[in-house]
């Protein structure tokens, strides 16, 4: 997604960066707006990423393939965020714009 222009900003609490920027251990440490959040987490884990991107007031959350969380998804359309699941972000990208 850097290639097509999309800064990636890692959230991951073990790394201090990756991709060419800097790592935060969480949504909430980011220092800027965030649009998207894109998560690459197992499912038990996708409720705190959603319950930080309603904090954060994000525009859309995008779980990736093979991360399935109806609840989540729901509570995060509930306070309006768009909400895409099990489904790649790069392959839509591509599939769109090619």
């Given amino acids: 997604m850097q290639t097509h222009g999309y ?3 890692p959230v991951n609490p073990e790394i201090k960066g990756s ?3 800097k790592a935060y ?3 909430r440490a980011v220092p800027e707006k965030i649009d ?3 998560i690459f987490r197992r499912p038990e884990f996708v409720d705190e990423v959603v319950d930080q991107a ?3 007031k994000v525009l859309a959350v995008w779980m990736q393939e093979d991360v ?3 609840a989540a998804a729901e509570k995060a359309r509930k306070a309006g965020i768009f909400v895409v699941m099990d489904r790649c972000i790069l392959k839509e990208h591509k599939a769109r714009f090619g």
């Fill in 19 to 21: 991709l060419g920027e």
């Fill in 36 to 38: 998207i959040v894109n």
């Fill in 54 to 56: 309603i904090q954060l």
């Fill in 7 to 9: 800064r990636i900003i």
């Fill in 68 to 70: 399935i969380n109806e």
């Fill in 25 to 27: 251990p969480s949504l």
